[in-house]
């Protein structure tokens, strides 16, 4: 659960805001154990950390039902039931009773698709043809473990306080500028995502070439410029794997990102399309190797195809996100 939503002595409190009631749905309708009895008895009554009273709960089962008037008592974070307000109100005593009248409980929502530094630069310049080197300059070179920390924090936030529980966002963005020359900044960045406590899955990955690519460390005004290979970027992105996929409770995910090629921007002499296959299969293979989603992002019509056919990466556990005017073909080769 979020750690804002740590338990304390409270009396039965009105309840609001989406975003609390959406993000506590993630666990009410979707964890395991519902039904389930607490362990712990207070008097006559059986313990709960969280009863949910009073609101429209949209169960998202096979019957898609939709109760009014419902209540769900969490212990730890798992359901022990859900049922009737009067109902658990009289079997439950609760650390925190929220007051959800004239709210949803819901399921958390799922957001597919996102960038990392976006959530600070947001869409700013995207109109003006200089968009690409832009975030070149802010990503690749402008950035701090700061910088990093604060987009985690702030997007965190504002999908929750949508009700967005779960989400994907690439570690970088423009034309797949990723911060993936030193580890430090994917720390900073998800460990302020463990610090919200929401589900993610960050996608590391190497950038476009050509390579080396020159990044830059801030020490207070101090810049020290690194020039960067594509097996720089491969190994961070496994030390990222290894170190933090599975954290914060599982809710810290890894997923691998390889930048979607466009043949439409120009044909490739032989060498740079021999090149392109074998960092394309590296990535390729250190997704498998973890077991872990691989994802592309922005492909449009012949990139799915060109991706199936001469570089051989696709598969179940392949997300193509934000992809547009896929032809019929690539359609059924992405069913």
Known sequence: MSRDLKTTKTPKVPHSRF?????????CLSATGCG?????????????????????????????????????????????????????ES??????????????????????????????????????????????????????EAFWRADALLTA??????????????????????RTDDPRYGDAYLQAIDDVGVRWFLAVGPRRPPFPRTYAHWEGDTRTDVQVTF?????????????????????????????THHPENGELTEADFQDLVRRTRATRDLS???GLLFTQDGHATGTVKFAHEELDILGPDALLSHATELTEEEIQICA
């Open 91 to 144: 079997t439950y005593a609760a650390d925190q009773v929220i007051d959800a009248s004239q709210n949803v409980v819901m399921p958390g929502l799922i957001d597919g698709h996102g960038h990392a530094g976006h959530g600070l630069v947001k869409s700013l310049g995207t109109d003006t043809g200089e968009w690409y080197q832009a975030t070149d300059i802010i990503y690749a070179t402008g950035s701090t």
């Open 288 to 290: 498998r190797k973890h």
């Open 19 to 27: 975003l609390a009631l959406s993000f506590l749905g993630l666990f």
């Open 157 to 178: 936030t504002e999908r929750l306080r949508f009700g967005v529980t779960t989400g994907l966002t690439f570690f970088g963005g423009g034309d797949s500028v990723m």
């Open 231 to 259: 097996e720089k970027q491969l190994e961070v992105t496994e030390d990222l794997i290894t170190r933090w996929h599975g954290q914060g409770d599982g809710r810290i995910n890894i997923a691998v990102m390889f930048p």
């Open 36 to 88: 389930e009895s607490g362990p712990e008895q207070a008097g006559s009554l059986q313990h709960a950390d969280i009863l949910i009273t009073g609101g429209t709960v949209i169960t998202m089962d096979p019957e898609r039902r939709v109760l009014e008037d419902e209540a769900v008592a969490i212990v730890g974070d798992r359901i022990a039931a859900i049922g009737p307000s009067a109902s658990l």
